[in-house]
Each structure stands twice: as C-alpha cells, then as structure tokens.
C-alpha cells in the first residue's frame, strides 16, 4: 500500500505557473502507475494527467491541459511531479494525486481506476 500527501499549490494569476508535488510512502514507488485529477467546486472530478514507469514513462494528458501541463516522476524521491504553465481561471480546482498498482488494461483516466487518494491540494487562478 501506499500513502500520497499533495503540495504545491495556491493563488496564481492568470498565465502564471504552479508546480504540485505528491510525496509516497513505501519502497515500491516504481511499481505505482501515478495520475492526476482535478475537481472544481459542483463538478465532477476529472482525469489530468497520468504517468506510467514500467512500460517506459509513458505519459497521458487530458486535451484540456495538453502543451501546458506536463507530469514526470522522480522515483528516487517517492515523488511524482505536475508542472503547470500558462494557467487559465478554468484550472481552478482541488487536485488530487491518485496510485494504483502495476497492472494492465485498466482505463488510466477513470478515477474508479484509481486505488489510492492523496487529499488534495488548491489551486487558484485569478483573472
């Protein structure tokens, strides 16, 4: 199992640039395929990003966030990363870093995918 603590975000102005971080516990950091979601206040929380390590670090992006936002992974750290640039007010959301365990055919944008829940971190955009 794994425990995931969020970090990283706040209030930034439109255009401006926020990176979260999302700390694991554990030893078997490597074998977690690791995604980001989002949820805004009477919203439906929705798929970000995802990154996957045992079949070369492939990376998803949902189209909303695709060439601003970009997922990596330092599996040294226990620590998987989102850089957020050109943030727009419609960015604006809870994000939450979610785990599941090395496994295939399982749909990396669906939070029921998903097995473990960090408890999020706000993100604000100003206009």
């Known amino acids: 199992q794994v425990q995931l603590v969020e970090s990283g975000g706040g209030l930034v102005q439109a255009g401006g640039s926020l990176r979260l971080s999302c700390a694991a516990s554990?030893?078997?950091?490597?074998?977690?395929?690791m995604g980001w979601f989002r949820q805004a206040p009477g919203k439906e929380r929705e798929f970000v990003a995802h990154i996957v390590d045992w079949i070369g670090s492939s990376t998803y992006y949902a189209d909303s966030v695709k060439g601003r936002f970009t997922i990596s992974r330092d599996n040294a750290k226990n620590t998987v990363y989102l850089q957020m640039n050109s943030l727009k007010p419609e960015d604006t959301a809870n994000y939450y870093c979610?785990?599941?365990?090395?496994?295939?055919?399982?749909?990396?944008?669906?939070?029921?995918?998903?097995?473990?829940w960090g408890q999020g971190t706000q993100v604000t955009v100003s206009s």
């Open positions: 554990g030893r078997t950091f490597s074998r977690y395929a």
């Open positions: 979610a785990a599941y365990e090395r496994s295939y055919g399982r749909a990396y944008y669906s939070k029921g995918s998903y097995d473990y």
